[in-house]
């Protein structure tokens, strides 16, 4: 049996404004907040509001919503952190690093000679995030 949605997880939480995040985004299918481990500055996620556990069992019109938003969110953190580049990630399963079950895109800027952190390393600082997430909702209404 394949594994299925559970829908107290911590992202169906922050969608629902249960529990706080720095949200820098909101459309109609999709919202993006800051990771509160984030592995360089200015990591975010890119979240669907439609629930689904990760790639594999998404509505690929779910996918066609949220590619156009990470590609916003990362030309607007690559501009707002003035990285050299952006990784994007995104994780599907355990076995391949997924550690919270609702579908997302990791958006990292990343720096020449800057190693990235580690994967739900360490958590930042709430007056880092602040700022960040105030640099990139600018760099954001700025397009
Ligand atoms: P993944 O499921 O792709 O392994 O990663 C989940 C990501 O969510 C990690 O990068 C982790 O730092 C981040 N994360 C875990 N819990 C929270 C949370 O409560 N709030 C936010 N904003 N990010 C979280």
Redesign the pocket.
Known sequence: MSASYDPDN?FAK?LRGE?P?HRVYEDEHTVA?????P?STGHA?VVPKAASRNLLDADPAVLAQILPVVQKVAIAAKAAFKSDGVLI?Q?NEPAA????FHL?F?VVPRFEGQPMRK??GTMENPEVLTANAEALRQALRGR
Do not use: A, C, K, R
């Open positions: 911590i922050i529990i995040s907040f800051m990771d509160v481990m592995q996620l990630i994780y690093g997924q550690t919270v997302h990791h994967h739900t």
